[in-house]
């Protein structure tokens, strides 16, 4: 079967190419793909090519597919597989893939037909070995790609622990029924786990929210409603910490006390300082962003942490685990990562965005493989509606889903846009 992908051949160079796939063997899976979320981590890979610790050194010769958050269908099963799988399901890929003495290698960096910006791949047997196909019953193909970061933010809360006074016991997760503070959470990501918290199997009874911007605050309570909190027993407040102290701020929040559980969602030192403070007994900070350079430092009270019971986290992603409970909950309709969702485009406009990715504003952007369509912003569709007939129709269902990507948008884009071609 033919397919279009495209390839790294070297550092930035990118090709999108049609080519013949190799028959499918009896270990592995033929499927389509619809949909794949562009990571920043496929950037950092296409900028250093061979360099990379997950690419092949001889990538000139024998090209691998960029892109790791895909879903799409499969559409043939080789033999080995065909008591778990079928035709017509839809999947994910887990791409945190653990094959001994190859610990480093993954979809979307690694292999030379298993990647997600093609129209069609070869499902290799690595990761059906792994069990990293994972299937989702649910609508549609955009939540699907997003599992990989839905499982990032499940693993945070799942990272985080406290323990039992006089015991060495430690019990993972969040406080259920507690007091939980995400710093810098308002952003897509921020909003992300807000939707887990207000749907998800384990709840806070207080989550308060941060940000420096009024704008991003007010739309985030447009998103995820208060009210809507409430009914879900959740004491959701969203609140700017620009002026005074953000620590007597937000103590004030709480009733003078700090907080069992202190995300903290920006690489920030001033962060870490002002989550150190605001810990209750036994409280837990977890380090969710992660910073850019290796030397990164910041101010922990180690008085608390000796007397006061305080433990710090880090998470840095979601196991298979994680990502099966993201993709459930998705296809039962609890939680909907759309909020990620900034901009779409075609394969025909992917290369461009990994090779930009840093520099293109608002957070994932969703590229469509079958199609043929310009990386455009969802809020930049009704100008460009003016000309464009299919973007006024897009910015039409998209002012009437809350300005989100949606179901009905992802339909209506796949059956109009034009079909992608070398």
């Known amino acids: 079967m033919k397919t279009i992908a495209l390839r790294l051949y070297g550092k930035n160079d990118l090709r999108l190419e049609e080519y013949e796939l190799p028959e499918l063997a009896d270990d592995e899976i ?16 296409t900028i250093q ?11 000139a010769e024998n090209p691998t597919i960029m892109g790791h958050e895909f879903s799409g269908t499969i559409l043939e099963v080789g033999k080995k597989w065909q008591d778990k799988f079928k035709p017509g399901q839809k999947y994910s890929i887990q ?4 094959i001994p003495g190859r610990e480093l290698e993954a979809p979307g960096y690694s292999f030379r037909h298993t990647g997600g910006n093609m129209t069609n791949v070869l499902i290799c047997s690595e990761v059906l070995e792994q069990d990293c196909l994972l299937i989702y019953e649910g609508e549609g193909f955009f939540k699907s790609s997003l599992s990989e970061p839905v499982s990032c933010i499940i693993g945070g809360f799942n ?21 939980m503070l995400i710093l810098a959470g308002a952003g897509p990501m921020g909003l992300g786990a807000v939707d887990y918290l207000m749907h998800g199997p384990r709840r806070p009874g207080l989550l308060v929210i941060t940000d ?20 879900c027993g959740v004491d959701l407040r969203y609140v700017n910490t620009s002026e005074g102290d953000p620590v007597e701020i937000l103590k004030a929040e709480n009733g003078g006390e700090g907080y069992d559980d202190v995300f903290v969602y920006a690489p920030v030192p001033a962060l870490i300082e002002q989550a150190s403070r605001l810990l209750a007994f036994n409280g837990c900070l977890n380090f969710f962003a992660g910073p850019a350079k290796e030397d990164w430092f910041a101010s922990v009270n180690f008085y608390d942490i000796h007397y006061m019971g305080h433990h710090v986290v880090g998470s840095s992603g979601g196991n298979t ?30 290369a461009q965005t990994i090779y930009d990715l840093p520099n293109i504003p608002g957070a994932k952007k ?15 569709f ?33 059956k109009n846009a034009k079909p992608i071609a070398v």
């Not at 969703?366 to 930049?380: G, K, R």
Request: hydrophobic content about 40%; overall charge negative.
């Open 30 to 45: 033929l499927a389509d793909i619809n949909s794949n979320s562009i990571c920043m981590s496929s950037h950092k890979a």
């Open 321 to 350: 685990d994680d990502m099966r409970a993201g993709l459930d909950l998705m296809a039962q309709g609890k939680i909907n990562p759309t909020v990620m969702i900034t901009h779409v485009g075609g394969l025909d406009s992917a």
């Open 159 to 179: 990272s985080s622990y406290h323990f039992e006074a006089g015991t060495y016991d430690h019990k993972m997760g969040i406080v259920e029924g507690g007091t």
């Open 366 to 380: 969703l590229i469509y493989t079958q199609i043929s369509f310009p990386l455009v912003a969802l809020e930049d």
């Open 95 to 98: 791409p945190a893939l653990s």
């Open 49 to 59: 090519g061979a360099d990379h610790k997950r690419v092949p050194a001889d990538i």
């Open 212 to 231: 420096i911007d009024q704008v991003r605050l007010d739309r985030a309570a447009e998103i995820y409603t208060v009210e809507e909190a409430k009914e």
């Open 382 to 414: 009704e100008e460009q509606g003016k000309t464009d007939p299919l973007m006024a129709e897009l910015a039409n269902i998209t002012k009437a889903n809350n300005g989100l990507w949606s179901i009905e948008a992802e339909n209506y884009l796949l």
